[in-house]
Nanobody, 124 residues
Framework: QVQLVESGGGLVQAGGSLRLSCAAS????????MGWFRQAPGKEREFVAV????????YYADSVKGRFTISRDNTKNTVYLQMNTLKPEDTAVYYC?????????????????WGQGTQVTVSS
């Protein structure tokens, strides 16, 4: 079982930037795809970005493409989400999640382990 701990959330003005981190415990990290999701109040959890096990392939939701960048450091068991040009509609709790060892998905059911989430609030 892997434990995921997110950090880096906070309050930022529209147009600003934040960098989220997700640290994974144990050795069950390097061979797995990792993803970021978010959930705003009253809304379903939605896909944000995913990265394959090596970091060589990434995929983004259309709503964040060109503004957010997912990356990982397998030597540190950590996945990152760099968020630039933030908008008020990016306000949500952001979760990292561990996917599978072959390919990846963009639905929450494709991810088996989740962090506790970190709040991101973007003011207008």
């Amino acid at each position: 079982q892997v434990q995921l701990v997110e950090s880096g959330g906070g309050l930022v003005q529209a147009g600003g930037s934040l960098r989220l981190s997700c640290a994974a415990s144990g050795r069950s990290f390097r061979g797995y795809a990792m993803g970021w999701f978010r959930q705003a109040p009253g809304k379903e959890r939605e896909f944000v970005a995913v990265i394959n096990w090596s970091g060589g392939s990434t995929y983004y939701a259309d709503s964040v493409k060109g503004r957010f960048t997912i990356s990982r450091d397998n030597t540190k068991n950590t996945v990152y989400l760099q968020m630039n040009t933030l908008k008020p509609e990016d306000t949500a709790v952001y979760y990292c999640a561990r996917g599978g060892t072959t390919g990846w998905g963009t639905h929450p059911r494709d991810f088996g382990s989740w962090g506790q989430g970190t709040q991101v609030t973007v003011s207008s």
